[in-house]
């Protein structure tokens, strides 16, 4: 780098820079083509750029105060000592949580995330970075990634896995406590698995990911963390095993002892049992020991659907705990009291289920909603024999969404000037955002169309790329939304192709739905986007239906399938739609954080009362509609009401404008869903959450042991 520009490098290893515009602008000023080309990954675009434009730049005064104001900002974030959680919770600041998650969604160059568990899991890990929390996260460097969705000609779905390129993604080899590279072995029936360990710095949250990519390894085992959520039964176990057991020793070799140990998701349940392992083989009680780690243990469940919960039979890792260093001889007595920890039933009989083992061995357990706080206490109550439904020890810390990662950029600037120039450092006081009753109709409505311009910009630049790549054909095109209007009132539909998300629910009835979308006088259109997973053949013939209804000439083109949704998609989508729409088959949302990244910028929900909409929705920010039992006759009567939904108050509203086309009936729904949204269902809401009724009971050290705190 240049003398005056010096520290690019630094800035672009650490992903700060993903949720700071100031520090994304100064790498587009630099070169805004390039910075496009390279899909904003600055590793990739500092490899690229031209030497000469660098050294043109260090000698522009503007970009010189940028870059210095930029590099400020970014020393404070990582060394500044006032911080949230160093106020409020000092004994936490001084700690350390360590978070397990299978899968982290953080940007586009690093995809190690299938969907919403993985962007939530990187959504925390930006936050506890901005409050001061001092998170250290543990998941898998998986070479493959999640696949890139190709959709043919015939509207299959085609898996594509791309290699990352290791040189160009933030990821450094982690070092022990001399300085070499991190390696940890785990001994298998009948081999030793390695495993190498990489670092992503993430603001002041370092994430640690494992990877069994190694020569030393046999083929099959160099696969294990190749992709995410891929293998049959046996290779599952192995990459949970890998996950916990593998992970808690990752911390051991670094030298960090978590005050905190937080499990999202039963992947991760392998890291209780290790460190009830731990204490069993140092001498500690049986009855002790899992009092000791479910102290300081929080888990969060993410699914009531049951086959979101893996469950094993016993012999399978029955056979890999007779193996693994530390799992043998010695430990043979508690053996069985360990697996009975996991015992629940599944359809082929008993089962290691890592959910209940999660459970069992957490003290602090939580869903992501209130009324997934409910459901799981009902879907759970059996763990618990000696208390009723109610008193199941799961509570309810509802989702968040990092609010500087999913905000637009015209919003932000929208932001800065009519609620605060430092909104985004207050953006959880709802006090504050009572000031968007002062935005001028017409600058709020400029910006929602700025917005949707932006979407509409993106889909047609996608189709012309597949055009170039002779890789389109013409039915295609308007497939993939060629025929879509920016003026059109546009609904978003993005989610995982599973039948119970019901993502043909509006096209039940095809002449209703067609009465809907080609009306000339107000006409609506449809974006739908999602991946179905890869073994998930009913998912994917859900997709097929969406986009044989994108290519039926009768909707004129009306509805739009947005291929390969990733996070870079969907920022485009949850910004420049008009209306979200979310319908599934309750009570089997979880929570639905896409709909909390659509609201907070202006976009407000046509859902079903589940999830997060439950708590969220007030009658003035957005529209609930259906609800109905399960089976046909319940989708519908869903149905019905979407439609009447549709027809009788959100199109009309809409449209009514006056004589400068400004819909002032529409605009009190795009203030209200702001308002209501960015407080309430932000990351740092959450996180706040967690730190006061999560991490800091769980932090407290047990009587009988004595913590050191990294």
């Known amino acids: 780098m240049p003398r005056g520009l010096e520290r690019l490098a630094d800035l672009a290893a650490n992903l700060w820079w993903s949720w700071h515009s ?119 460097m998986y070479p493959l990634g999640y696949f890139r969705q190709h959709v043919n000609a015939q509207g299959r779905q085609e898996e594509v896995y791309e290699k990352i390129d290791r040189d160009l993604a933030p990821v450094f080899p982690a070092r022990d406590r001399i300085g070499n590279p991190l390696r940890i072995q785990l001994t298998l029936p009948d081999r030793t698995l390695h495993i190498a360990v990489w670092s992503v710095f993430i603001g002041r949250t370092v994430l640690y990911l494992m990877d069994t990519e190694l020569d030393e390894n046999a083929p099959a085992d160099r696969e294990l963390t190749g992709r995410l959520y891929g293998g049959d039964q046996n290779a599952r176990v192995l990459q949970e095993i890998v996950l916990g057991v593998g992970g808690v020793r990752v911390l051991r070799a670094l030298g960090i002892e978590p005050a905190v140990w937080h499990g999202n998701e039963g992947h991760t349940a392998m890291m209780m049992l290790e460190r009830v392992r731990e204490k069993l083989a140092a001498g500690v009680e049986f009855d002790r020991a899992v009092e000791n780690v479910r102290a300081t243990t929080v888990f969060t469940t993410h699914t009531p659907v049951a086959a979101g919960h893996d469950a094993f039979s016993f012999d399978l890792v029955r056979g ?20 009975g920890l996991a015992s629940h039933p599944a359809p082929w009989g008993n089962a290691f289920n890592m959910t209940a083992l999660a459970l069992r061995l957490s003290a602090h357990a939580n869903a992501v909603s209130r009324k997934h706080g409910e459901v799981s206490r009902a879907m759970w109550t059996s763990l618990f024999p000696e208390r009723t439904p109610e008193e199941t020890p799961i509570r309810s810390v509802t989702n968040g969404v990092h609010v500087p ?95 119970y998300k019901r993502a043909t629910l509006i096209l039940r009835d095809p002449d209703r739905l067609r009465a809907i979308l080609d009306d000339l006088r107000r006409p609506v259109q449809i974006v739908f986007a999602g991946k179905a997973h890869p073994a998930d053949e009913g998912g994917k013939d859900l997709l097929q239906a969406v986009y044989r209804a994108a290519r039926d000439p009768a909707l004129a083109g009306r509805i739009a399938l947005l291929e390969d949704y990733d996070m870079h998609a969907a920022h485009w989508l949850v910004q420049g739609v008009d209306v979200w729409l979310n319908n599934p088959r309750p009570p089997l949302e979880a929570s639905g954080t896409s709909g909390m990244k659509a609201g907070l910028n202006g976009v407000p929900s046509l859902s079903v009362l589940d999830g997060w909409w439950i708590e969220g929705y007030d009658e003035t920010n957005g529209w609930a509609f259906g609800g109905a039992a399960d089976g046909d006759e319940g989708d519908a009567r869903d149905a019905n009401e979407l439609y009447e939904v549709l027809e009788k108050r959100i199109v009309p509203l809409y449209y009514d404008r006056g004589p400068d086309g400004i819909p002032r009936g529409w605009l009190p729904f795009v203030r209200r869903i702001m308002q209501t949204t960015i407080p309430m ?30």
């Open 22 to 140: 100031e520090a994304r602008d100064l790498f587009r000023s630099l070169d805004d083509t390039l910075w496009r080309r390279t899909r904003h990954n600055p590793l990739r675009f500092l490899r690229e750029i031209e030497p000469e434009r660098l050294e043109a730049a260090a000698s522009d005064p503007d970009i010189r105060r940028r870059y210095e104001g930029v590099m400020r900002a970014f020393d404070h974030a990582l060394r500044g000592r006032t911080h949230w959680c160093g106020e409020k919770h000092p004994d936490i600041a001084e700690g350390c949580v360590a978070y397990f998650s299978a899968e982290y969604g953080l940007h586009n160059s690093l995809p190690l995330y299938a969907g919403g568990l993985g962007v939530l899991a990187g959504d925390v890990a930006k936050e506890a970075s901005d409050l001061g929390i001092p998170l250290v996260g543990i998941g898998y």
């Open 320 to 339: 890999y705990f007779k193996s693994i260093e530390g799992y043998g001889e010695p430990l043979d007595p508690h053996r069985e009291r360990l697996f």
């Open 405 to 499: 990662t999913w905000t637009a950029g015209e919003m932000d600037r929208l932001f800065r000037k009519h609620i605060a120039e430092n909104w985004l450092e207050r953006h959880d006081d709802p006090k504050l955002w009572e000031r968007v009753a002062k935005i001028p109709d017409d600058v709020l409505w400029e910006t929602r169309r700025r917005l949707k311009a932006g979407l509409f910009h993106f889909l047609h630049d996608r189709i012309r790329q597949r055009w170039a790549a002779h890789d389109l054909e013409a039915d295609q095109a308007v497939a993939f939304g060629s025929l879509l209007e920016p003026d059109a009132l546009t609904l978003g539909f993005a989610r995982r192709f599973a039948s």
């Open 681 to 710: 269902f932000a990351a740092r809401r959450m996180m706040k959450d967690y730190v006061t009724h999560m991490y800091a009971p769980a932090a407290v050290p047990a009587p009988s042991e004595t913590k050191t705190r990294a």
